[in-house]
């Protein structure tokens, strides 16, 4: 073999081992650059989280000061006090205006004024239908039309200052266990006719308080329709929560002509 062979070998070899070394390289490098580009992606991708997470935080806080309850004085609960249990002092009355002043009784005022609230929505619906409504207790309903006009209407009273929801108050036992998927006791359909919510003002006053009228068939639990919802639901609220709507409910459910509301 001649030197000039040997040297074109030696120069083959270096070239094949700085191609190799040169490959090596290279996919040392694109791994490198792989690895940078995922931690970037993973950094960015974090961030992005981050920034759903404060723009949730952000979006729930103006929601929260949207439902907060407004700022109610002292004149206010005793107007409110005064429309329910009257002007005169009494043990009833001073619970209920520290009540409507304390937010963190709230939710116990319509549990005491849930009767009296009765009383007022007969009224409203007697004067609203031109049909006497009269309270009755030990039924499932709790007002009913007592005049000789059909068909007699009977409808359920709920106060509510929030949320609607709409569960009985009857006891989770054997006999209603049908009717007890989530907790609480759904009432049946034919149980009432329609029903009428009362939303007290915001200091929990008769005065700019509200009457909402939902026909049983709104109500109707699509997965068991012989039950009804046990909450009502935004999109049933949004068409009934309005007095147009409440009008037309008692012109269809009452079935009386010339109506009041004409």
Known sequence: MSAFDTLSKKEEKAAEALAKKEKRAAEALAKKEKRAAEALAKKEKRATEAL???????????EALKNKSPIITIEDAESSATEWLGSSPSIMRNWLVAAIMDEEQHRDIGKVLANAAEVHVARWLTEKSGRNVTCVTGKSWDGVTDDDNK???????????????????????KKNEQTNSTGHVAYSKGEFDMVAIFKPSSSFGITNSTIRCIPVSALINPSKPEQLVTRINASIRKIYDNDAKTDEVIKMIYQTLPLPLD
């Open 151 to 173: 068909p007699n209407v009977r409808a359920q009273f709920k106060f509510r200052m929030g949320g609607w929801h709409f569960e009985t108050t009857r006891r989770n036992s």
């Open 52 to 62: 759903a997470r404060k723009e949730k935080r952000a979006a729930e806080k103006v």
